[in-house]
């Protein structure tokens, strides 16, 4: 399983931005999606998630109603808009393929278990 994130960057707070993550038609047809973000010296954070059979949602508390997770089928993409950025936002974001699709009930990211890429980083001022 290969995940591409890209989309990150420095941006002031109140801003929106939409970070994608490229990964195979078989990737999301077979594995549960999602985000999450580790920011230095903390613990990573799930962020949201996208069930793989119906396509349900949810999200972290600390972004629900700011974040949008979506799909672009079309292009293999999975985007995370992200508005009213604040500074408590900043973060690496990752995107994560979860193949027993527990994640989507935990929002949490397990190294032994889910796949995720290198990684783009979202710095909010």
């Known amino acids: 399983v290969q995940l591409v994130e890209s989309g990150g960057g420095s941006v002031q707070a109140g801003v929106s931005l939409t970070l994608s993550c490229e990964a195979s038609a078989y990737t999301y047809s077979s594995h549960g999606m999602g985000w999450f973000r580790q920011a230095p010296g903390k613990e990573r954070e799930g962020v949201a998630s996208?069930?793989?059979?119906?396509?349900?949602?949810r999200y972290a508390d600390s972004v629900k109603g700011r974040f949008l997770i979506d799909k672009d089928v079309a292009r293999n993409k999975l985007l995370l808009h992200m508005n009213n950025l604040q500074p408590e936002d900043t973060a690496m974001y990752y995107c994560l393929a979860d193949p027993s699709g527990a994640y989507f009930y935990t929002l949490k990211p397990l190294s032994d278990s889910n796949y995720w890429g290198q990684g783009t980083q979202v710095t909010v001022s």
């Open positions: 996208n069930y793989r059979g119906d396509g349900s949602v």
